[in-house]
């Protein structure tokens, strides 16, 4: 399946965030198409993570706004984020480390859920319909993946690598529009690295999944991002295609600590 | 207007009392994240070991100075909650670091089951009392200024002033010296503190042997003027609302919690009390505790949190 | 040898998320079933239903109930006791002041008022967490130790403050001797640990794990907090207002509020505690543990002075019960912080490997 890159899908209309005094993002303006690979880099303390934070509602901007499909929120609530199909992972892996890897991936099927309290009390007809079709989904997302072997492990006994893998996982089995990733690549080896660009392209490439994502390596963004905004403290300072990035002045001198 | 004022003066005392209590909380809790549910049974044990010692040493050294034998079974008191301080940290504490805070809350539930056994198997288990000293006689100030005067218990005002000695002391103690200074990494940080080479273990006795000695001098002015019995340990009940309110980091909060507390609890008993039946001093406390929490999650002086992901 | 799962194939993802996956577990079960059903009525004796069993099954019930809330959820309560309590008095008003509704419903609107009771002193946790969270919730407790002390309404103007039950029958079944006291707590701890293992493998259980996991994670997959908690609370005090309900008319037949003092409260932790967090059998192995473990010591300590030639008072005996028992728990907390359902995990583990370790 191939899917074009389309019109704005998620636009973000001069975000400011501060926490007390500090100012985590000044005037932050950007926007999404859908079905691209959307990348934000810079430096650390930039301000890249507090973005998706205010992308999907955990943080609450002081000013600006988002725009997700044509409809205005001055500000987002996780709940509402998730309803509108934005799904992430984290950072420093934010799994549920009490329950095994299926678990972990089905809360993903959470909003999706239709029986109520009573009935999944009972094991009811539909409740019990309902958890099968539900795993049998979140078992397509295992086979993606190819973490088969470790369905039923709990999660904080799985190393590094892999638990990021089943942090994907879990987003990914929200079926969302779009994916926001903080840092998928971060703390792990080439070849874990290699996997995990194999399925962010995948993502995009079969699900026509639009994707946000947060890294540190240059040449993972450059290679697989459509286009790229670059922040630093807090301000954007670069936007645009791998190529106009790499050229731009201010961000080699952010980078590099050329100074002009 | 008279009445207000001494019911609020007696809510003020009673609050400093509160404020002993919520302060060994607070101490423990800062340097070890533990809950200590043990507080009370603390002040039991220490009230309980001083009201005996005072009461045999005469005997057996002979003494007759009532005043000699009150310091030394405060010392001998003193001593034993340097034992037990030495001996949670030995025992209980070193095994269960980096537990969750229900399990450490767990923990020290035995802690104080344990207390409880041992103390009054050693002690007894009547009604002891302390004798200090005190004078119980009435007075009155003020009467100036409104008509009959504001009848005060001397003996409140005392002991007032002694918990306010001992919370400057222990300011003093933390500000100063360098024990109060390691005191104050390790309750910023236990392991940035321990890499720096402060012996974890070590301040931890100290903390709990600090905390017997604040839980000793509750124990000794709440055992003079109510008399010392096994219901001391619900002591520690009264004291949770106040930590709840003043924040369970802040020692200012303790103190200025435990006063809230004290004068709400009195002003509600008397004021509200009639008409709705008498005796809410407890669940008003914390029922104030939670309205407060509502609108302050994290108590008058409590550090925020802010969620980070 | 016997426990061995080698050729239990799993074909479909039903047989793969039964309650009991492994053929031997499900074995096992029925026939504990079947000796507490049919075997432990014909042989046991008076004394023991009364002394433990039934009071093993009713605070099984309400341990459950708190290990919904404090090992699902990981929302720390230190007020069960109020809730028990609330089941308590809230069956008894309902079973006296409307003539003849039947004894199950009682005590089902008993569970359901604690329930909502439940609701309103959950509503803290949507606000506070942890330590100040587990202060809280003994506002509930403290108030209504005073409501039912002071309120002479709920115990319908007693004068003696105390409340009693008699004649008791569900459908003709006179609930009047020990055995048939066990059957019908029996009968509720079985059908409701059914229900909380359900609830536990299913989206509400995922819902309560995810909140005490990681709450803002399970916010940005659409875990609403409010819901997950409050449900939370809700179920969990429907089942510790039941048991208190089972407690009362069943138990004790008469009681006053002290029967669910904050001690009781207290106890009811330490059955999850001990038993293990986020278990439904940690629940039924803590409350083994904690009824059982006073009478041992009761019958043991007299006993084992009497050997030494050392004679044991009554109240040396209350002291020194306290001092096991409080050293016990931190025994417990230090060897395994998991509880006993942990114990009995690592043991089937190493059962299924056995003789090969590896």
Redesign the interface.
């Known amino acids: 399946m191939n899917h074009q890159i389309g019109d704005v899908i998620l636009d973000l209309k001069n975000v400011s965030l501060a926490f007390g005094g500090v100012k985590a993002l000044t005037d932050i303006s950007f926007d999404v198409r859908e079905h691209e690979i959307r990348a934000i880099i810079g430096p650390n303390g930039a301000g890249k993570s507090s973005m998706l934070n205010v992308i999907n509602g955990v943080y609450r901007p002081q000013q600006g706004e988002i725009i997700l499909r044509g409809e205005h929120f001055a500000r987002m609530n996780p709940y509402k984020a998730a309803k509108a199909g934005i799904s992430r992972t984290f950072q420093n892996i934010a799994l549920f480390k009490g329950m095994n890897v299926i678990d972990n991936m089905m809360t993903g099927r959470n909003l999706k859920i239709r029986s109520n309290l009573i009935q999944q009390a009972f094991w009811w007809g539909p409740a019990r319909r309902e958890e099968l079709a539900h795993r049998a989904k979140v078992e397509e997302v295992i086979d993606f993946l190819e973490i088969q072997h470790i369905r039923k492990t709990p999660v904080g006994r799985l190393p590094y690598g892999l638990q990021k893998r089943v942090d994907l996982g879990r987003a990914l089995a929200m079926e969302p529009s779009i994916l926001l990733l903080d840092e998928p690549m971060a703390g792990m080896n080439v070849e874990e690295k290699q996997d995990m660009c194999r399925f962010i392209l995948d993502i995009n490439d079969q699900f026509g999944t639009t994707i946000v994502l947060i890294e540190h390596d240059m040449a993972v963004v450059m290679d697989i991002s459509d286009r790229v905004v670059v922040l630093d403290y807090g301000k954007k300072i670069g936007d645009g295609n791998p190529d106009e990035v790499r050229a731009s002045p201010e961000v080699i001198s952010a980078y590099l600590g050329v100074s002009h | 207007m008279g009445f207000f004022l001494e019911t609020l003066i007696g809510g003020l005392m009673a609050g400093m009392l509160y404020s002993l209590v919520a302060l060994g909380f607070v101490l423990i809790y800062k340097a070890s994240g533990v809950f200590n549910f043990a507080q009370g049974s603390m002040v039991l044990f220490a009230a309980l070991a001083m009201a005996r010692f005072a009461e045999w040493l005469p005997h057996w050294l002979g003494l007759d100075s009532l005043w000699l034998a009150n310091t030394i079974a405060f010392v001998i008191a003193g001593a034993l909650m340097f034992v037990v301080a030495w001996l949670i940290e030995r025992l209980v504490l070193r095994y269960l670091v980096n537990q969750e805070g229900a399990t450490l809350l767990m923990a020290t539930l035995g802690i104080a089951y344990v207390l409880e056994g041992i103390g009054t198997s050693l002690f007894g288990n009547n009604i002891y009392s302390i004798d200090v000293g005190m004078p119980k006689e009435p007075v009155f100030i003020l009467d100036g200024l409104f008509e009959g005067g504001l009848l005060i218990n001397k003996e409140d005002f005392i002991a007032a002033l002694i918990a306010a000695l001992l919370v400057g002391l222990l300011a003093l103690f933390f500000q100063k010296t360098t024990t109060g200074r390691a005191l104050r990494a390790v309750a910023d940080d236990h392991q940035a503190a321990q890499s720096i080479g402060i012996p974890l273990n070590r301040i931890w006795v100290i903390i709990w042997f600090v905390a017997g000695l604040v839980a000793l001098v509750a124990g000794v002015i709440w055992g003079s003027k109510l008399g010392v019995q096994f219901s001391l340990v619900t002591v520690a009940l009264r004291g949770l609302p106040v930590v709840i309110l003043g924040g369970l980091t802040s020692i200012p909060g303790a103190i200025i919690g435990g006063l809230i507390i004290g004068v709400g609890e009195k002003l509600s008993e008397v004021y509200l009390g009639p008409m709705i039946g008498g005796g809410i001093e407890i669940w008003f406390a914390y029922q104030l505790a939670l309205v407060f929490l509502l609108f302050r999650p994290q108590g008058l002086f409590g550090e925020k949190i802010i969620d980070r992901v | 040898m016997l426990y061995r799962e080698n050729g239990q194939f799993k074909t479909?993802?039903?047989a793969d998320?039964q309650i009991f996956p492994i053929a031997q577990d499900r074995w096992t079960i029925l026939g504990i079933l079947l000796i507490a059903f049919i075997a432990i009525p014909l042989l046991v004796d008076e004394y023991l239903f009364r002394a433990i069993l039934i009071p093993f099954l009713i605070l099984s019930l309400a341990a459950i109930g708190v290990n919904i809330l404090?090992g699902y959820c990981g929302q720390?309560t230190l007020g069960a006791g109020a809730f028990m309590a609330v089941g308590a008095y809230a069956a008894y008003n309902f079973h006296i002041r409307i003539e003849g509704l039947p004894l199950l419903v009682s005590i089902l609107l008993g569970g359901l008022t604690s329930a909502l009771v439940g609701i309103v002193f959950g509503?803290?946790s949507l606000?506070?967490?942890?330590?100040?969270l587990?202060?809280?919730t003994?506002?509930a407790q403290?108030?209504t130790?005073?409501v039912f002390?002071?309120?002479p309404w709920f115990t319908d103007n007693s004068s003696s403050g105390s409340v009693s039950v008699s004649n008791l029958q569900v459908m003709g079944w006179q609930i009047d001797n020990p055995v048939s006291k066990y059957l019908f707590c029996l009968i509720f701890l079985t059908i409701f640990a059914l229900?909380a293992k359900?609830?536990t493998r299913?989206?509400?259980?995922?819902?309560w794990?995810?909140i005490?996991?990681?709450d803002?994670?399970?916010?940005?997959?659409?875990?609403?907090p409010l819901f997950a908690k409050l449900?939370a609370f809700a179920?969990s005090s429907f089942f510790v207002g039941t048991a208190g309900a089972l407690w009362g008319f069943i138990h004790l037949a008469s009681w006053e509020p002290a029967a669910f003092s904050?001690d009781r409260s207290?106890q009811l932790?330490?059955m999850v505690?001990i038993g293990g967090?986020?278990t439904i059998m940690g629940s039924l192995f803590g409350a083994a543990f904690i009824v059982v473990l006073p009478i041992v010591l009761n019958q043991f300590l007299p006993a084992l002075g009497g050997v030494f030639g050392i004679k044991i008072s009554t109240?040396?005996v209350s002291?020194?019960?306290?001092?096991?028992?409080?050293?016990?728990?931190?025994f417990f907390?230090?060897k395994e912080?998991h509880g006993i359902a942990r114990l009995w995990s690592t043991g089937k583990e190493k059962l299924r490997l056995w003789p090969f370790p590896h």
């Open positions: 479909t993802y039903a998320q404090v720390i509503i803290p606000r506070v967490r942890g330590l100040y587990a202060v809280a003994l506002a403290f108030f130790d005073w002390l002071r309120i229900l359900n609830m299913c989206a509400i259980g995922r819902q794990m995810a005490r996991d990681m803002v994670a399970a916010e940005v997959i659409g875990i609403r449900s179920v904050v207290f932790l330490f505690i967090l986020g109240a040396g002291h020194a019960e306290l001092i096991i028992f409080g050293g016990l728990i931190v907390l230090i912080p």
